[in-house]
């Protein structure tokens, strides 16, 4: 078992940044991909990022390539989205997500509550 407490939303003007950070409890945090998924009001959620188990590999959405970093340190427990250049558009709730490996919600089997950001233009 995970559980998994999103941290570090807020309100931001566009063109600033944020950083996310995802603390997971459960001894077996190091053995799962971590990822980020996002969701504005009435769309689906989108993948944003994801890293595997030893931090070497990571994903990103082309939307988000170039602005947004994923970054975990396995002795915290905790994963990082650092998100610069923001853009009105990235406005949505922010979920973190433990599970084998993927870019789909189904691939994922803990979730965490969620984090809003909102960015203003």
Do not use: H
Request: proline content about 2%.
């Amino acid at each position: 078992q995970v559980q998994l407490v999103e941290s570090g939303g807020g309100l931001v003007q566009a063109g600033g940044s944020l950083r996310l950070s995802c603390a997971a409890s459960g001894r077996t945090f190091s053995s799962y991909t971590m990822a980020w998924f996002r969701q504005a009001p009435g769309k689906q959620r989108d993948f944003v990022a994801a890293i595997a188990w030893g931090a070497g590999n990571t994903g990103y959405a082309d939307s988000v390539k170039g602005r947004f970093a994923i970054s975990r340190d396995n002795a915290l427990n905790t994963m990082y989205l650092q998100m610069n250049s923001l853009k009105p558009e990235d406005t949505a709730i922010y979920y973190c997500a433990a599970g084998p490996r993927g870019r789909y919600t189904v691939d994922y089997d803990y979730w965490g509550q969620g984090t809003q950001v909102t960015v203003s233009s």
